[in-house]
């Protein structure tokens, strides 16, 4: 999302000097941002009088209180909607609405019941009616609904949904309606076309093309992590713009008023095949009102048109400001808007370079606070790394949607020659993503965000002054900041994971996430493994044994028999290893129950 801005919204050229109405309209986005946020139960009535009254008074602060008014209202309705809704066993016409996930041996989808979102989990039978179910298809079920408490909440109200319930019966009985159809007609064009990938490019197309990131391997999704490229597999401003340059030739054929209303019938189909996420919402958003705008002959600066946007979309979802993609996906696009030309002027070397570097400093250092705030840290890796991954992103975006359409058309062999530019241009992003993290790079940390921006400020004026060499220094000078007060992390332990002897190092899995067990063992500082034992023999203990491997030098492996596809000595009970104790006698180790 922040750096796959670049190849698709260049720069923009330069803009009429910022006016007053400008700041009106980015006060009304921040206010209806917090009023959604805070969800005070104000009256409906309130907010449409101020708007009312706005259209015969014309004064500007009452479009601030009159959307701000509207966006609690709003909220406070949602959410009295969601903590009202009934519980318990529910039967009925189901539609999907999010594609299905395995996790562990169950499977993970929303579904919308009475006009109610559930996060439902399906197991045996009724998983495996449901593995192929898309976005928009009716389904028959019977489930049992449980509304959510606590903390779940925090993860399930964003999404807009009520609980979880769980899948006793389910029947298919139609593809759903004519739009959703489509959509899932266009993604399974793409995704046929990259089955004579690999595993890990075909995922990783359809993760540039669609933003579906499901299936990922291990290893890749903790390299994306560690080098701040997650962002990448999120459909966003540049994907947008790709759709409509590739329908550019028609369009310019219609009517001018007509040319509107099919580029809104785009979008909105874009938004379905794309599955709605907070990031597609906003780049949508934001191209419909910029093409209205023009349509019209009304200029506007990108802020403005950004906080219009912002403003429609959470008075239509209140709940998306509780959504980090979006918040991400907002502070990215304000930054870029802000600091890319900015900055851009400052830095030396091509222009192309500049802009790309320029592009990608104003999104990082947008998204600073909030990334920091949300996942406790930012490695400083992502800097240089969407740098080198940002001319190769948008090429895999670009080509990988013409070769998934003409793939999925021709077939397989046609499909995996079409592709050979996008593998390419995928590889080469997951190879920046890989030595990246490789580089175990410092992290900002919450309490240094304000020297972390200092400092990338100076380095770029003194690059503008001195040239690179300035800003090399002071970068590294930043890096050491960073470093000096950096804590070595815990060796990781819990329930799953658990690093239970440093010399020799023995690593114990249970049933991990195993990105989740490769990123703490990588944060942790443990680069060799001597013995790792598996405790279960789940699909998760084996994935997570495989990613290991693929990043770490691991010695022996014990595991159990039921897991024939690891190489590993096999032992007969480690599954019954409550506690586990380490004995070291020269070569000799012993891992069992104590006594």
Same mark, same amino acid.
Do not use: K
């Given at each position: 999302?922040?750096?796959?801005?670049?190849?698709?919204?260049?720069?923009?050229?330069?803009?009429?000097?910022?006016?007053?109405?400008?700041?009106?309209?980015?006060?009304?986005?921040?206010?209806?941002?917090?009023?959604?946020?805070?969800?005070?139960?104000?009256?409906?009535?309130?907010?449409?009088?101020?708007?009312?009254?706005?259209?015969?008074?014309?004064?500007?602060?009452?479009?601030?209180?009159?959307?701000?008014?509207?966006?609690?209202?709003?909220?406070?309705?949602?959410?009295?909607?969601?903590?009202?809704?009934?519980?318990?066993?529910?039967?009925?016409?189901?539609?999907?609405?999010?594609?299905?996930?395995?996790?562990?041996?169950?499977?993970?989808?929303?579904?919308?019941?009475?006009?109610?979102?559930?996060?439902?989990?399906?197991?045996?039978?009724?998983?495996?009616?449901?593995?192929?179910?898309?976005?928009?298809?009716?389904?028959?079920?019977?489930?049992?609904?449980?509304?959510?408490?606590?903390?779940?909440?925090?993860?399930?109200?964003?999404?807009?949904?009520?609980?979880?319930?769980?899948?006793?019966?389910?029947?298919?009985?139609?593809?759903?309606?004519?739009?959703?159809?489509?959509?899932?007609?266009?993604?399974?064009?793409?995704?046929?076309?990259?089955?004579?990938?690999?595993?890990?490019?075909?995922?990783?197309?359809?993760?540039?093309?669609?933003?579906?990131?499901?299936?990922?391997?291990?290893?890749?999704?903790?390299?994306?992590?560690?080098?701040?490229?997650?962002?990448?597999?999120?459909?966003?401003?540049?994907?947008?713009?790709?759709?409509?340059?590739?329908?550019?030739?028609?369009?310019?054929?219609?009517?001018?008023?007509?040319?509107?209303?099919?580029?809104?019938?785009?979008?909105?189909?874009?938004?379905?095949?794309?599955?709605?996420?907070?990031?597609?919402?906003?780049?949508?958003?934001?191209?419909?009102?910029?093409?209205?705008?023009?349509?019209?002959?009304?200029?506007?600066?990108?802020?403005?048109?950004?906080?219009?946007?912002?403003?429609?979309?959470?008075?239509?979802?209140?709940?998306?400001?509780?959504?980090?993609?979006?918040?991400?996906?907002?502070?990215?696009?304000?930054?870029?808007?802000?600091?890319?030309? %900015?900055?851009?002027?400052?830095?030396? =070397?091509?222009? /192309? +370079? !500049?802009?790309?570097? #320029?592009?990608? *400093? $104003? @999104?990082?250092?947008?998204?600073? %606070?909030?990334?920091?705030?949300?996942? =406790?840290?930012? /490695? +400083? !890796?992502?800097?240089? #790394?969407?740098? *080198? $991954? @940002?001319?190769?992103?948008?090429?895999?975006?670009?080509?990988?949607?013409?070769?998934?359409?003409?793939?999925?058309?021709?077939?397989?062999?046609?499909?995996?020659?079409?592709?050979?530019?996008?593998?390419?241009?995928?590889?080469?992003?997951?190879?920046?993503?890989?030595?990246?993290?490789?580089?175990?790079?410092?992290?900002?940390?919450?309490?240094?965000?304000?020297?972390?921006?200092?400092?990338?400020?100076?380095?770029?004026?003194?690059?503008?002054?001195?040239?690179?060499?300035?800003?090399?220094?002071?970068?590294?000078?930043?890096?050491?900041?960073?470093?000096?007060?950096?804590?070595?992390?815990?060796?990781?332990?819990?329930?799953?994971?658990?690093?239970?002897?440093?010399?020799?190092?023995?690593?114990?899995?249970?049933?991990?996430?195993?990105?989740?067990?490769?990123?703490?063992?990588?944060?942790?500082?443990?680069?060799?493994?001597?013995?790792?034992?598996?405790?279960?023999?789940?699909?998760?203990?084996?994935?997570?044994?495989?990613?290991?491997?693929?990043?770490?030098?691991?010695?022996?492996?014990?595991?159990?028999?039921?897991?024939?596809?690891?190489?590993?000595?096999?032992?007969?009970?480690?599954?019954?290893?409550?506690?586990?104790?380490?004995?070291?006698?020269?070569?000799?180790?012993?891992?069992?129950?104590?006594?």
């Amino acid at each position: 999302m922040p750096a796959s801005e670049v190849a698709a919204v260049r720069l923009a050229p330069p803009r009429q000097v910022w006016s007053i109405a400008d700041g009106w309209w980015i006060g009304s986005a921040v206010a209806v941002w917090w009023a959604a946020a805070l969800a005070p139960a104000l009256p409906m009535l309130a907010g449409v009088a101020g708007l009312a009254a706005l259209v015969v008074t014309r004064w500007p602060l009452l479009l601030v209180v009159a959307l701000a008014v509207l966006g609690a209202a709003r909220a406070s309705d949602t959410i009295g909607a969601l903590a009202g809704a009934e519980g318990g066993p529910r039967a009925g016409r189901a539609e999907v609405a999010s594609d299905p996930e395995w996790v562990r041996s169950a499977l993970r989808l929303d579904l919308v019941i009475d006009g109610v979102r559930w996060e439902a989990w399906a197991r045996g039978g009724s998983a495996g009616r449901l593995a192929r179910a898309s976005v928009g298809e009716i389904y028959a079920v019977e489930l049992d609904a449980t509304l959510a408490d606590g903390r779940d909440r925090d993860f399930l109200w964003p999404r807009g949904a009520a609980g979880r319930a769980q899948i006793a019966q389910v029947r298919r009985i139609d593809g759903g309606a004519l739009h959703h159809r489509t959509a899932n007609a266009i993604r399974g064009l793409v995704i046929r076309s990259v089955e004579g990938l690999s595993q890990r490019d075909g995922i990783l197309v359809t993760g540039f093309v669609l933003g579906d990131d499901r299936g990922q391997l291990p290893e890749v999704v903790d390299d994306f992590r560690g080098s701040g490229l997650t962002h990448l597999l999120a459909v966003s401003g540049s994907n947008v713009a790709t759709v409509l340059v590739m329908a550019a030739p028609l369009l310019r054929r219609l009517p001018q008023r007509w040319r509107l209303v099919a580029v809104l019938g785009l979008l909105a189909e874009f938004a379905v095949v794309t599955r709605g996420e907070p990031s597609v919402l906003r780049a949508c958003a934001l191209a419909a009102i910029a093409t209205a705008a023009s349509t019209f002959g009304r200029r506007a600066s990108p802020l403005r048109l950004l906080s219009i946007a912002v403003s429609a979309l959470v008075l239509a979802d209140p709940l998306l400001v509780q959504s980090v993609g979006f918040q991400l996906s907002v502070s990215a696009s304000a930054g870029i808007a802000m600091l890319a030309r %900015p900055l851009a002027g400052l830095l030396p =070397g091509p222009r /192309p +370079l !500049a802009e790309t570097v #320029a592009v990608t *400093l $104003a @999104a990082q250092l947008a998204v600073m %606070p909030v990334q920091v705030t949300t996942f =406790g840290s930012l /490695p +400083l !890796a992502s800097i240089p #790394a969407n740098v *080198l $991954a @940002a001319p190769a992103a948008a090429p895999a975006m670009i080509w990988g949607l013409h070769a998934g359409l003409i793939g999925g058309f021709a077939g397989s062999p046609i499909a995996s020659f079409v592709h050979q530019p996008t593998r390419l241009a995928v590889g080469w992003v997951a190879g920046v993503a890989q030595y990246s993290t490789a580089l175990d790079l410092p992290t900002v940390e919450s309490a240094e965000i304000p020297w972390a921006v200092a400092v990338l400020m100076i380095s770029v004026v003194l690059a503008w002054v001195t040239g690179w060499r300035g800003a090399v220094v002071v970068f590294a000078a930043l890096g050491m900041l960073v470093v000096s007060d950096r804590e070595v992390a815990p060796l990781p332990s819990g329930a799953h994971l658990a690093v239970v002897s440093v010399q020799p190092t023995v690593v114990v899995i249970d049933r991990p996430e195993p990105a989740w067990a490769l990123g703490q063992l990588r944060e942790a500082g443990v680069r060799s493994i001597d013995v790792l034992v598996l405790r279960s023999g789940s699909r998760d203990a084996e994935s997570a044994a495989r990613a290991l491997r693929s990043r770490l030098a691991v010695g022996e492996v014990w595991a159990p028999r039921a897991l024939p596809s690891v190489d590993a000595q096999r032992v007969e009970r480690p599954v019954d290893l409550g506690v586990v104790v380490v004995e070291t006698d020269g070569s000799r180790l012993r891992v069992g129950r104590p006594g």
